[in-house]
């Protein structure tokens, strides 16, 4: 027991790989054996994750000078520093089951959806499962950009390979933009490793050393540059979300699943995790700015939202509104307002999640995605109906259910926050506006005359289909109704977090060297 608990974090991420290098030595033809390894490789991944919560608190496993868990540190290429690092915290730990339970999921849901090209589908689905949860454990600069770059990979395949008519154009589309921003995270993180050697003399890429340390304000100036633009890419922020739309539209549905529910937050997650403890003071000094792109992305991904005629572009669209919602947390940099940041990743994973499922079950039945092509399906598929509106007012924040603890939460701590009351005042507007689309969408999809006669022998969710749900509607409930039993892992990080921001950007201030006009913060004018 000892010996799997201090290796869990390497059995959590390499199992999907395991699985998939089995699927490699079966048959092409043999399509059932490939399918039972990859759900079962999935599943798997997901029931050796459940310790990392269940002994979360046990003091064997905690690291009295960084508060981590499951540390496990071998050296791997000394003559950089680069050593293969891992370990979580509350944040990091939430996020990992997150995507143990959406792969699974993802994975399940593609037993009928995919016939072509078995084989090579699922073996990139588990490499794609490894890679995301690389990146949420690494805690050594070099291991995370290298499960960071590892994830691009299948993801670029999955979309280019098993999408919809312009799946080439979405797919080289996702990868350029997420290229660029790696390239540029790259070179901000061997600034400070360079940065980090001269003053220290020694070669290090460790994560927890970094966030120590102390950036002089002109190097956290260009480097929070570097990595914003990497990570708003990733989230996507406003300006840079143009490519998600064209991949979660092309995406299979497995693909736009994992996409939404765990790929996008790693955009989040790589603010709270490097950006806030890092560059506390450029996370201040550009405050105002951030804000504003929060704003304009929470009420512009809302009114396109609820422009379109096809399902899976709103579903898509909509993210780029809640995702505004997740960087107003974050960047409020109060305690409640990130916790509510942090949970609100989360709540998007299972929320958009589920809706991303419910529009590819309806595809898969009649190959077209047009709103107008719906009507009335409440009368013959009723389950189908419940599922779809219990999901949608997830995501519109109904109170009990898992979207309005996050976004009261974030509401909050904006409010709390000294001058940030506007924000918070403006950002209702998208809550409003949410709650119109989505429930636009559902009134004529679901209800009204069952008219156009192909809808009309639509069969009901079948007992697949339905598995896929369960987990996601106890969750929403469970968040809902009790979220102090996930909140309460979010405290310590998040604490350490808020204290750096907010005491390091006042000392900064004091002796920082004057800088141009235009890059001084609100607060020095």
Not at 7 to 14: A, S
Not at 124 to 130: A, C, K, R, S, V
Request: with cysteine; aromatic share 16%; proline share 5%.
């Amino acid at each position: 027991m000892d010996f799997f608990m201090n290796n869990i974090l390497n059995i959590v991420c390499y199992l999907p790989l395991a699985g998939m290098i089995v699927i490699m030595f079966i048959r092409r033809e043999n399509v059932l054996a490939i399918k039972w390894t990859a759900n079962i490789a999935a599943l798997l991944g997901f029931l050796v994750s459940i310790p990392l919560i269940t002994s979360f608190n046990d003091p064997k496993y905690i690291d009295a000078a960084s508060r981590f868990r499951f540390i496990y540190e071998v050296p791997w290429i000394p003559l950089i520093g680069a050593n293969y690092k891992l370990g979580v915290d509350g944040i990091s730990m939430l996020l990992v089951l997150l995507t143990t339970l959406l792969g699974t999921i993802a994975v399940l849901s593609s037993w009928k959806a995919i016939s072509e090209r078995v084989k090579e589908y699922y073996a990139f689905m588990l490499l794609l499962q490894t890679g995301m949860i690389g990146v949420f454990i690494s805690l050594d600069f070099l291991v995370f950009y290298v499960f960071w770059e590892v994830m691009l990979v299948p993801m670029y395949f999955l979309i280019g390979v098993w999408g919809g008519p312009r799946k080439l154009y979405a797919a080289i589309k996702f990868f350029l933009y997420t290229l660029a921003g790696s390239v540029l995270m790259l070179v901000g993180i061997l600034a400070i490793y360079f940065y980090q050697y001269n003053t220290t003399g020694v070669y290090s890429f460790d994560i927890l050393q970094f966030q120590k340390l102390g950036f002089p304000t002109d190097i956290q100036y260009w480097v929070f540059l570097a990595f914003f633009v990497g990570f708003a890419i990733k989230v996507p922020m406003f300006p840079f979300h143009t490519w998600l739309p064209d991949a979660h539209v092309e995406a299979p549905t497995a693909g736009s699943v994992i996409l939404a529910g765990v790929l996008l937050k790693m955009g989040t997650y790589g603010f709270v995790r490097f950006s806030l403890p890092m560059f506390p003071w450029a996370t201040m000094h550009f405050l105002k700015p951030m804000l504003i792109l929060c704003l304009i992305g929470i009420i512009y991904g809302a009114l396109v939202a609820m422009m379109q005629k096809d399902m899976k572009s709103l579903v898509a669209y909509s993210s780029v509104s809640h995702l505004g919602f997740v960087m107003l947390g974050v960047f409020a940099a109060t305690p409640v307002a990130l916790q509510g940041g942090v949970l609100q990743m989360v709540n998007h994973g299972i929320s958009t999640g589920a809706l991303f499922l419910i529009v590819g079950i309806i595809y898969e039945r009649r190959h077209t995605r047009l709103i107008s092509e719906y009507g009335g399906l409440s009368h013959i598929m009723p389950v189908y109906a419940t599922v779809f509106l219990i999901m949608t007012l997830s995501s519109i924040g109904m109170p009990g259910l898992n979207g309005f603890i996050g976004e009261f939460f974030i509401l909050q701590g904006t409010f709390a926050a000294p001058g940030l009351w506007p924000y918070a005042a403006l950002a209702v507007l998208g809550i409003v506006l949410g709650a119109a689309y989505m429930l636009w969408l559902y009134q004529r999809v679901m209800f009204g005359k069952l008219e156009n006669p192909l809808n009309k022998v639509l069969p009901d969710l079948n007992f697949r289909e339905l598995v896929t749900f369960v987990p996601l509607i106890i969750l929403a409930f469970w968040i809902g109704i009790y979220p102090s039993f996930f909140t309460k892992y979010l405290d310590e990080p998040v604490n350490a977090i808020v204290t750096r921001v907010r005491s390091d950007y006042f000392i900064n201030q004091a002796k920082a060297p004057a800088l141009p006009s235009t890059q001084r913060s609100p607060e020095a004018r």
